[in-house]
């Protein structure tokens, strides 16, 4: 009896003290861990059940409601960070192996697991707030964060490959630590590093860097120049290739000319040729029929030949007089007569003919006699 009366005291002890009760709604991204305040005899402690985002709960009297967000957040260390939400402070300072100090802009990623049992062992070992989680995985990104860069030489830092494997190592080394409580490590972002330390008057000695910078805006003016040249040049090469293309046209036009008139030089020259060897074909024929001719004319018969185009020539001219004779060298003698003494002559000379006859013969029957 007595229990019973303790029990109904203490339960109206929680109702006129206005703890957390009624309905209670989680954000889109929150999950509700229970924590009842009762004697473990009377179940007190973490409750099995989560409420999920979203849902609507009653919280008795005796309950308190630990709200954990589980979207992306964020903790971010530099002075190019401070406009989020989650920057934290200024940058995060190691020292390279070989002694120099580094100031680090770091951004860290982390979300808060949606598990059950990992929402209740976070209350029951961690924290029971948002904050209090931010505040481990802020303590232990830079621990490890230092850790892992501490690893490089100055002239590392200066390798992109090198930073990024000294801070994918500091995110393994930070999951290695919290996965356990439930929180996981998204990714860590270098945004910058800058070689300077803190003063003991808390002033910065930036005079390392200064000298880097300059440095590097030397360097980024010799990058730029050296672009400009190759653009330069680029574009140098693209007016000569317009203008070798252009040249080749025109050699391509030439050579297509000189082909052209070369043919047709040939062509031209082979008709004159074939021209040529006609009419020498055709003297040839013509030389060796004189040469015949010249030849059938020099004996006798070439001679009557002769006698018989003269009488042909003389008779068409119709002359009142002419005589033929014989001169050395087988030559005619062509001279001028009377017709009328020609014939005469002709007469005789045949006449003579028959009196040389008759003589011969007469002899002839002497001698036979």
Same mark, same amino acid.
């Given at each position: 009896?007595?229990?019973?009366?303790?029990?109904?005291?203490?339960?109206?002890?929680?109702?006129?003290?206005?703890?957390?009760?009624?309905?209670? &709604?989680?954000?889109?991204?929150?999950?509700?861990?229970?924590?009842?305040?009762?004697?473990?005899?009377?179940?007190?402690?973490?409750?099995?059940?989560?409420?999920?985002?979203?849902?609507?709960?009653?919280?008795?009297?005796?309950?308190?409601? !630990?709200?954990?967000?589980?979207?992306? &957040? !964020?903790?971010?260390?530099?002075?190019?960070? +401070?406009?989020?939400?989650?920057?934290?402070?200024?940058?995060?300072?190691?020292?390279?192996?070989?002694?120099?100090?580094?100031?680090?802009?770091?951004?860290?990623?982390?979300?808060?697991?949606?598990? /059950?049992?990992?929402?209740? #062992?976070?209350?029951?070992?961690?924290?029971?707030?948002?904050?209090?989680?931010?505040?481990?995985?802020?303590?232990?990104?830079?621990?490890?964060?230092?850790?892992?860069?501490?690893?490089?030489?100055?002239?590392?830092?200066?390798?992109?490959?090198?930073?990024?494997?000294?801070?994918?190592?500091?995110?393994?080394?930070?999951?290695?630590?919290?996965?356990?409580?439930?929180?996981?490590?998204?990714?860590?972002?270098?945004?910058?590093?800058?070689?300077? #330390?803190?003063?003991?008057?808390?002033?910065?000695?930036?005079?390392? +860097?200064?000298?880097?910078?300059?440095?590097?805006?030397?360097?980024?003016?010799?990058?730029?120049?050296?672009?400009?040249?190759?653009?330069?040049?680029?574009?140098?090469?693209?007016?000569?290739?317009?203008?070798?293309?252009?040249?080749?046209?025109?050699?391509?036009?030439?050579?297509?000319?000189?082909? +052209?008139?070369?043919?047709?030089?040939?062509?031209?020259?082979?008709?004159?040729?074939?021209?040529?060897?006609?009419?020498?074909?055709?003297?040839?024929?013509?030389?060796?029929?004189?040469?015949?001719?010249?030849?059938?004319?020099? /004996?006798?018969? /070439? #001679?009557?030949?002769?006698?018989?185009?003269?009488?042909?020539?003389?008779?068409?001219?119709?002359?009142?007089?002419?005589?033929?004779?014989?001169?050395?060298?087988?030559?005619?003698?062509?001279?001028?007569?009377?017709?009328?003494?020609?014939?005469?002559?002709?007469?005789?000379?045949?006449?003579?003919?028959?009196?040389?006859?008759?003589?011969?013969?007469?002899?002839?029957?002497?001698?036979?006699?």
């Amino acid at each position: 009896m007595k229990i019973l009366k303790t029990s109904i005291l203490v339960l109206s002890l929680f109702v006129l003290s206005g703890c957390d009760a009624g309905f209670k &709604q989680m954000g889109t991204t929150e999950y509700g861990v229970i924590f009842r305040n009762l004697p473990r005899t009377l179940g007190g402690g973490v409750a099995t059940d989560v409420i999920m985002p979203g849902e609507v709960a009653f919280i008795f009297p005796w309950d308190s409601v !630990y709200r954990f967000d589980t979207s992306l &957040q !964020y903790i971010s260390w530099g002075h190019s960070s +401070q406009k989020g939400n989650g920057h934290v402070g200024d940058y995060v300072y190691t020292r390279a192996s070989d002694g120099n100090e580094v100031g680090l802009a770091v951004t860290v990623q982390y979300r808060i697991s949606d598990k /059950g049992e990992d929402l209740r #062992r976070l209350v029951h070992l961690v924290a029971n707030a948002n904050d209090g989680i931010r505040i481990l995985v802020e303590t232990i990104a830079r621990a490890e964060i230092r850790t892992a860069m501490n690893e490089l030489k100055t002239s590392a830092f200066f390798d992109r490959n090198a930073r990024y494997s000294a801070i994918d190592k500091a995110k393994e080394m930070m999951n290695a630590q919290l996965a356990s409580e439930g929180l996981i490590v998204e990714k860590i972002l270098l945004e910058e590093h800058r070689f300077e #330390r803190v003063l003991k008057d808390g002033s910065v000695d930036r005079s390392y +860097q200064d000298k880097i910078d300059e440095t590097q805006k030397l360097g980024q003016d010799t990058e730029r120049e050296l672009l400009r040249i190759d653009t330069i040049r680029a574009q140098k090469g693209q007016e000569f290739n317009e203008v070798q293309a252009k040249v080749n046209r025109q050699v391509a036009e030439a050579e297509g000319y000189a082909k +052209q008139s070369r043919s047709k030089g040939d062509s031209y020259l082979q008709e004159k040729a074939n021209i040529a060897q006609g009419i020498l074909a055709t003297g040839k024929a013509e030389v060796d029929g004189l040469k015949q001719r010249i030849a059938a004319l020099a /004996g006798e018969g /070439g #001679r009557a030949l002769l006698k018989l185009e003269v009488a042909k020539n003389l008779a068409k001219e119709n002359p009142s007089f002419v005589t033929l004779g014989g001169s050395g060298g087988g030559a005619v003698d062509v001279r001028k007569m009377d017709t009328n003494e020609l014939l005469r002559q002709i007469g005789v000379a045949e006449a003579l003919k028959d009196d040389s006859k008759k003589v011969v013969t007469s002899g002839d029957v002497t001698k036979g006699k």
